[in-house]
C-alpha cells in the first residue's frame, strides 16, 4: 500500500525529504535551548559562590561557563531565530509536499478510472469514486504532512529530550523513561479498536453520498412525485449511520487527552517534588536545572501527546488509503494487444457463437450462442422487449466488453486485436443514457471530432435534424448547454448526441434507442438522411418502435439474450408473432391487419399465377 501510494509523490520527493531534514535541526536546536539556559544558570551559581559579579562579555572563553551574560544571550538570540527559520521553512516545504502529493493522488485515481472498462467501473459505485477521490484524499494527505513533519518531530524530540534530560539530570531522568511503555500500549490499545470503526464509517460515506447524489440528479422527479420528506428521511438515515460510528471512534479517542494529562501530570509532580529534595539536600542539583529537567520532561510528553495524534490521524486515513489503492491497483480488464491493428477496412460485423455474461461468477450467460453476420454499409434494425440483452450485444462491436466465448469481428478482424481507440474511433455509438456536459453546443459536438470546422457542424445537425432547433435559439451555436443537458428538452438532446456521433465519421454508427424522444415524423428525417448522406456506413438501430426499424435491411428479434428471428420488415410481419404483435399493438391494430391481409392476398395472386 505505501510503495502504490509514494508513487504519487514525484516531483514532490525533494519538498518531501527536505521536511523531516529541516525538521530534525528545529529539534536539535529546541533541545540545546534548554541546555545553553542550564549552563547560564551554572555559570550564575559559580559567581555567587565566588561572589564574584558575572561579566557582561568574557575575553577570554574557556568554558560554558565562562562566558559572559551578553554572549549568553547572543547564543540564545541567534538559535531561538534559527529555530523559528527552521519551523517557518519545515511548514513550507511540508505544505508544498502534501499539497502535491494530493494533486498527483487525485490525478492518479482520475486517470485510473479513464482507463477502466465497464467491468471495472461496475465494481464501484459512482459515489464511492467520488468520495476516494474527495474525503478519502484528505485524509490520506493530512496523515503525509503529519508523517513528514510531525511524525518526525515528535520521536526526534522525544529522544533529543530524553538524551539531555540524563545529561543534565543524570538519574532523576528515568522518570520520564518510565511512563513510555505504558503510553505506547495505551494508544496502541485505541488504534486497535478504532480502526474496525473507520472501516465501516467509509462505506457508509459512500451510501451518504448517493443518496446525495440521487436526490440531485433526479430532482425533477422528487419534486413531480413529492417525495421531498422521503428523500430527507433517507439522507438523516444515512447521515445517522455515519454520525454513530464516528462518534463510538470519537469515544475512544477522547481516552487518549485524559491519558496523556494523567502521565503529564504525573510525571510533573514526581520530577518537581524529587527535584525539590534534591536541592534542599544539596546533591549536585540547583534551581536552574530542576528547571530546565522539568522542561525536557514537557517536551518529552508532549511529543508523545503529538505522536497519539499523529497515531489517531493514521488510524483514520489507512482505511483511507486502502480504498485509494484499491482503484490504484485495480487492473484495466481491456487492453490493446502488444502489435495493435490500428485501421479499421471498413464496417462488416461478424458474431461468430458469441456468448457473454458480465462476470465470470455469474450464474447465467446475457448473450447465448449468437451467429449473426452484418456486411458494410448494412442497415440493422434490433427490437426486443427489455431485458432482451439488444444494448449488451452492441456493447461488444466497440469492445466496451469481452466476449466470453466466441468472437466479434470488425472489418474482418476479431475486436481484441484492434487498438482500442482506433476501433472505438470508427465505432461510433448513441448509448440510452444521452449526456451532454456544460459548455457551448458547439463544445459538445466536437467530443466527436475536435477538429471539427463550424460548415462540418452544422453539416451533422442537419442530418441529425438538430439544426432547425440549433437556429432558433438566439446564440445558435454558441448557446451554452447546463450540467446534464437541462435546459433543452430530451428531444434536443438526443439529436444533438447523433450530430456529435456523427462528427466522427464512424464506419459503424450505432443507435441504442437513441430516437426515442423524437417524434416518428424527425425520427423518420433521420433515417432518410443516413440513407441518403451515409450510405457506406453500417447502421445499426435498437428501437421500440417498429416504424423506426421498417425500412431496415433486415431486423433482428431478440428475446433472453438470443436471437430468434431475423428478416425484413415484411418478412417479420408475415411469419414472426412477436414483431405482428408489437408492429399490430403499436399501429392500433387496424393498419397492422390490412397489411397482412395484403400480403396473403398477394402471396394467394403469385401461387395461382404459377
Known amino acids: 500500500m505505501i510503495k502504490t501510494l509514494a508513487k504519487s509523490i514525484r516531483e514532490y520527493k525533494l519538498s518531501s525529504i527536505l521536511s523531516p531534514v529541516i525538521v530534525t535541526g528545529e529539534v536539535v536546536l529546541e533541545c540545546l535551548i534548554p541546555f545553553v539556559i542550564t549552563k547560564l544558570g551554572d555559570a550564575l551559581e559559580i559567581a555567587k559562590k565566588t561572589g564574584s559579579n558575572m561579566s557582561l562579555w568574557a575575553n577570554e572563553v574557556t ?68 468520495t476516494r477521490m474527495t ?20 520521536p526526534l524530540m522525544m529522544a533529543f529530550s530524553v538524551v539531555m534530560a540524563f545529561v543534565i539530570g543524570g538519574s532523576l531522568a528515568w522518570i520520564f ?17 478504532t480502526m474496525p470503526l473507520f472501516h465501516s464509517v467509509f462505506k457508509k460515506y459512500d451510501n451518504l453520498n448517493e443518496s446525495i447524489q440521487e436526490n440531485v440528479k433526479g430532482i425533477r422527479v422528487v419534486k413531480s412525485y413529492v417525495r421531498e420528506e422521503h428523500e430527507k428521511e433517507k439522507f438523516d438515515r444515512a447521515a445517522t449511520d455515519v454520525q454513530r460510528d464516528f462518534t463510538k471512534a470519537e469515544r475512544i479517542l477522547a481516552w487518549n487527552n485524559p491519558a496523556m494529562q494523567l502521565f503529564f501530570y504525573g510525571v510533573l509532580s514526581t520530577t518537581l517534588f524529587l527535584g525539590s529534595y534534591f536541592v534542599f539536600n544539596q546533591t549536585g542539583f540547583n534551581v ?22 499523529v497515531f489517531a490521524m493514521i488510524a483514520m486515513s489507512i482505511e483511507s488509503a486502502r480504498r485509494i489503492c484499491e482503484v490504484l491497483q485495480e487492473e484495466p480488464t481491456l487492453h490493446s494487444p502488444e502489435n495493435p491493428i490500428h485501421e479499421v477496412a471498413d464496417g462488416s460485423i461478424d458474431f461468430c457463437d458469441v456468448s457473454f455474461k458480465y462476470s465470470p461468477t455469474a450464474e447465467r450467460n446475457v448473450l447465448e450462442n449468437i451467429e449473426l453476420h452484418i456486411k458494410s454499409g448494412e442497415t440493422i434494425g434490433i427490437i426486443g422487449g427489455t431485458g ?15 466476449v466470453t466465448e466466441g468472437c466479434v469481428k470488425v472489418g474482418g478482424h476479431d475486436v481484441r486485436e484492434y487498438d482500442l481507440e482506433s476501433l472505438r474511433n470508427q465505432v461510433s455509438v448513441v448509448l440510452q443514457k444521452n449526456e451532454l456536459f456544460s459548455g457551448s453546443i458547439k463544445d ?97 438501430i435498437i428501437a421500440q418502435r417498429t416504424s423506426s426499424v421498417e425500412d431496415a435491411d433486415r431486423i433482428i428479434i431478440m428475446e433472453a439474450g438470443k436471437i430468434v428471428a431475423v428478416g425484413t420488415h415484411e418478412e417479420l410481419l408475415y411469419h414472426n408473432p412477436i414483431y405482428t404483435e408489437v408492429y399490430t399493438t403499436q399501429n392500433k391494430g387496424g393498419k397492422a391487419i390490412s397489411s397482412l391481409d395484403q400480403m396473403n392476398d398477394e402471396k394467394e395472386e403469385n401461387g395461382h399465377a404459377e
Not at 544571550?73 to 511548514?91: F, H, Q, R, T
Not at 536552574?288 to 495524534?309: A, D, N
Not at 432482451?388 to 469492445?399: E, M
Not at 424522444?517 to 457506406?536: C, G, M, N, Q, W
Request: glycine share 4%.
Open 63 to 130: 568554558s560554558w561557563t565562562s562566558l559572559g551574560i551578553v554572549q549568553f544571550a547572543l547564543i540564545l538570540v541567534a538559535m531561538a531565530l534559527a529555530s523559528l527559520a527552521c519551523g517557518a521553512l519545515a511548514g513550507y516545504f511540508c505544505a508544498k509536499a502534501s499539497c502535491g502529493f494530493a494533486k498527483n493522488l487525485r490525478k492518479d485515481l482520475y486517470y485510473r478510472v479513464q482507463d477502466f472498462s465497464f467491468e471495472n467501473i461496475d465494481k464501484f459505485s459512482t459515489p464511492s469514486l467520488v
Open 135 to 154: 474525503t478519502d484524499v484528505n485524509n490520506v494527505q493530512f496523515a503525509f504532512m503529519t508523517i513528514i513533519r510531525t511524525a518526525i518531530r515528535s
Open 177 to 193: 523513561l518510565a511512563v513510555i511503555l505504558p503510553l505506547a500500549f495505551i494508544l496502541f490499545f485505541i488504534m486497535w479498536k
Open 288 to 309: 536552574m536545572t530542576i528547571t530546565q529537567l522539568v522542561v525536557y520532561g514537557m517536551q518529552i510528553l508532549m511529543s508523545l501527546m503529538m505522536f497519539s495524534m
Open 388 to 402: 432482451s440483452s439488444k444494448t449488451s450485444l452492441v456493447n461488444l462491436i466497440s469492445r466496451l466488453y469481452d
Open 444 to 540: 459538445n459536438l466536437r467530443w466527436g471530432n475536435p477538429n471539427a470546422t463550424d460548415e462540418e457542424l452544422v453539416e451533422a445537425c442537419k442530418l441529425a435534424q438538430a439544426d432547425e432547433f440549433i437556429q432558433s435559439f438566439p446564440d445558435q451555436y454558441d448557446t451554452h448547454i447546463e450540467q446534464g443537458g437541462t435546459n433543452v428538452s430530451g428531444g434536443q438532446k438526443q439529436r444533438l448526441c447523433i450530430a456529435r456521433a456523427l462528427l466522427k465519421k464512424p464506419k459503424i454508427l450505432i443507435l441504442d434507442d437513441s430516437t426515442s424522444a423524437v417524434d416518428t415524423h424527425t425520427d423518420a428525417l433521420i433515417r432518410k438522411a443516413f440513407r441518403e448522406y451515409i450510405p457506406s456506413t453500417t447502421k445499426i
